[in-house]
């Protein structure tokens, strides 16, 4: 599970940012394409905020849907996964534009 590698270090991150104050909540964004499981993330981020100044803290996670930009007719498809095919012209040749994201969007101390 890559997943905990991950919480550690946005737990990290978000420690750093804070200053030594405590954290109230944390929203990050997740895009569908990113392999990430936000579940897992859910579930990661409690057992890494334990005697922290996270402890307690509640995370909040916004899905990015998955968009590509066909690059034969230039329209953009939503995408459920990292490939697929221009619901326009029917080409694969496609460039992922969102949802491959991961961001800590804020943090409320």
């Known amino acids: 599970m890559h997943e905990l590698g991950i919480t550690r270090n946005i737990v990290a991150i978000i420690l750093e ?3 030594g104050k405590k954290v109230k909540r944390v929203t990050l964004e997740i895009g569908k394409l990113s392999a990430i499981i936000p579940d897992s993330i859910h579930f990661c981020f409690d057992i ?3 005697e922290t100044l996270l402890e307690g803290a509640v995370l ?3 899905e990015i849907q998955g968009i590509g930009k066909c690059l ?3 329209t953009e498809s939503k995408l459920s996964q990292p490939y697929g095919k221009c619901n326009h012209c029917g080409s694969f040749e496609l460039e992922i534009i969102q ?4 961001k800590i969007k804020e943090m409320e101390l």
């Open 48 to 50: 890494c905020c334990k």
């Open 17 to 19: 940012e804070a200053n």
């Open 72 to 74: 034969k007719c230039k």
């Open 99 to 102: 949802g491959q994201e991961l």
């Open 60 to 62: 909040e996670i916004i």
